[in-house]
């Protein structure tokens, strides 16, 4: 079946950019997303990336897809204590109705 | 809107015990799901739906049940809860007109099942 993998931990220095990495099985993928998970809440979505795009830039986020790798990266420029949680990539196959989770990868901000 | 709403927030069960996690959403979403979240293990599916009257059984339906006879409601039910259902519990919605499946997720029920 379809699968989302990610690296579970991150540790970057405050102020540096941190770049979060994800592969994904269904080339028929549709939607390519980034959730946000703070402790104690939900999950938020931070943005998403249409398959016909090869990259998508909002502030200090970019999102960079390769389609041919099945490669999905997010890069979070100047990285600052608030960026501290679980990130989560995840895809929507064409003919699902349902979204594919990664397990999560957790950002950790170094002083 | 309230969005996406969750009660309780925290809840302790006995083995065999039975509860309702209650989900309820004002953006007139017809798609709703229900994932649990295990630590270190992401987010895995229970139940959805895309609209009422109409519900499907995601990767972990067993020991759950759900019903959506509205709109704006989602329920979810433990009839014989079990340790294993120690988790953490979402409620998601998304737009139906929505092409990019922007799921609005819930603060989530933390259970505890001793």
């Known amino acids: 079946g379809e699968d989302v993998e990610q690296s579970l931990f991150l540790s970057v220095r405050e102020g540096d950019s941190s770049v979060i990495n994800c592969t994904y099985t269904?080339?028929?993928?549709?939607?390519l997303y980034w959730y946000k998970q703070e402790p104690g809440a939900g999950l938020q979505l931070l943005t998403y990336?249409?398959?016909?795009?090869d990259m998508k830039q909002d502030q200090r986020l970019t999102v960079l897809l390769n389609k041919k790798d099945k490669h999905l990266s997010l890069r979070i420029a100047d990285t600052q204590t608030g960026d501290s949680a679980i990130y989560f990539c995840?895809?929507?196959?064409?003919?699902?109705?349902?979204?594919?989770f990664g397990k999560g990868t957790r950002l950790h901000i170094l002083p | 809107n309230a969005g996406v709403t969750q009660t309780p927030k925290f809840r302790i069960l006995k083995i065999g015990q039975s509860m309702t996690l209650q989900c309820a959403q004002d953006?007139?979403?017809?798609?709703m799901y229900w994932y649990r979240q295990d630590p270190g293990m992401g987010l895995k599916l229970i139940y959805y739906?895309?609209?009422?009257?109409?519900?499907d059984k995601g990767e972990v339906p067993n020991g759950y049940n759900v019903s959506r006879s509205t709109t704006e409601d989602f329920p979810l039910r433990l009839e014989l809860a079990a340790p294993s259902q120690t988790s953490v519990y979402f409620c998601?919605?998304?737009?139906?007109?929505?092409?990019?499946?922007?799921?609005?997720f819930g603060p989530g029920t933390r259970l505890t099942v001793t």
């Open positions: 269904d080339s028929s993928s549709t939607y």
């Open positions: 998601a919605s998304v737009p139906s007109t929505s092409g990019a499946y922007e799921q609005y």
């Open positions: 953006m007139n979403h017809n798609y």
């Open positions: 990336i249409f398959s016909n795009m």
């Open positions: 995840a895809s929507a196959p064409i003919q699902d109705d349902k979204i594919i």
């Open positions: 739906s895309v609209g009422a009257g109409i519900t």
